[in-house]
Nanobody
Framework: QVQLVESGGGLVQAGGSLRLSCAAS?????????????MGWYRQAPGKQRELVAT???????NYPDSVKGRFTITRDNARNTVYLQMNSLKPEDTAVYYC??????????????WGKGTQVTVSS
């Protein structure tokens, strides 16, 4: 089993910062340590499709779309099975529910994509 718990979201003014955390647990990670899994942060704004906004490989290489490049930073603490997303210079268009998961495709359980509950980020103008 896989369990992903995202936290750290909240309401922030434009230009502000937030740090999101994602704690991974479950029997899957006993066999497949998070350290070997490429991980990512996704977000979904109201009425829009979920999009991948940051990825980190097992070798700690990172990748970001242009919309967040230079503002978001993804890191991982393999000893804690935790992935972080540091978000700076936030903009109202960053408002969304943020999720962490395997990247570029989510973990699947019993043939279905698994998603945690996510954490809401709201950026006011």
């Amino acid at each position: 089993q896989v369990q992903l718990v995202e936290s750290g979201g909240g309401l922030v003014q434009a230009g502000g910062s937030l740090r999101l955390s994602c704690a991974a647990s479950g029997s899957f990670f006993s066999i497949n340590p998070m350290s070997i899994n490429p991980m990512g942060w996704y977000r979904q704004a109201p009425g829009k499709q979920r999009e991948l906004v940051a990825t980190i490989t097992s070798g700690d290489s990172t990748n970001y779309p242009d919309s967040v490049k230079g503002r978001f930073t993804i890191t991982r603490d393999n000893a804690r099975n935790t992935v972080y997303l540091q978000m700076n210079s936030l903009k109202p268009e960053d408002t969304a529910v943020y999720y962490c998961n395997s990247a570029p495709r989510p973990f699947r359980i019993n043939g279905m994509d698994y998603w945690g509950k996510g954490t809401q980020v709201t950026v006011s103008s």
